[in-house]
């Protein structure tokens, strides 16, 4: 599991640790190539972690860097990530129906893992609240030892800076994720 990543010598050195790393699939839960409405910058991200997402499953779900949107120039959030880096949102036992959050099962069932959106609606009556109930009600646990879920704004952490960005989603979702 990796997130924000960006195209700085940190890149590479991380690149260079998960290229050395035998593993089934990377997870990303957001910040991917810091694009921030340079559209270039997401054909050279692209050219920089090709060798490796060429190779094995990169899945993900956005973060704050991914949602290029500005109300009169740009409308559309997400556009540039979601033209990109296409997820199986329309798959599996509970399609979400957006490529922002999904699910899906590794390990012969055993692991199943959820992408949420954290910079998309969640609150209770959401699309993205109300699929989470049915992906999760959907869950055999007597089949699927662990359920794994990833967002990109920390629920809980202890970096000053990243203080309380995620509490909102963590208000409307946590009790989802314990019942």
């Not at 990377?26 to 190779?55: K, N, T």
């Not at 409308?75 to 959050?101: I, V």
């Not at 993205?128 to 967002?151: K, S, Y």
Request: hydrophobic share 40%.
């Amino acid at each position: 599991m990796a997130g924000d990543f960006g195209q700085t010598g940190w890149t590479e050195s991380t690149l260079k640790h998960i290229a050395a790393a035998d593993y089934d699939m990377l997870l990303l839960p957001g910040d991917l190539s810091y694009a921030d409405f340079i559209q270039s910058r997401w054909d050279s991200y692209g050219r920089l972690v090709e060798p490796l997402a060429s190779a094995r499953p990169w899945m993900m779900t956005e973060g704050n860097h991914e949602i290029e949107k500005l109300p009169v120039v740009e409308p559309e959030p997400f556009k540039a990530y979601n033209a990109r880096w296409r997820m199986p949102y329309d798959t599996g036992a509970t399609p979400s129906g957006d490529n922002l959050y999904y699910s899906f099962d590794v390990a012969g069932g055993a692991v199943h893992v959820i992408m949420l959106g954290s910079y998309t609606d969640y609150d209770t009556g959401s699309a993205q609240h109300r699929w989470l109930q049915r992906d999760l009600a959907a869950v055999d646990r007597g089949r699927t030892a662990f359920v794994l879920a990833l967002v990109h704004a920390p629920w809980y952490n202890s970096n000053r800076a990243h203080q309380g960005e995620g509490d909102a989603m963590r208000d409307a979702m946590e009790a989802l994720l314990y019942g």
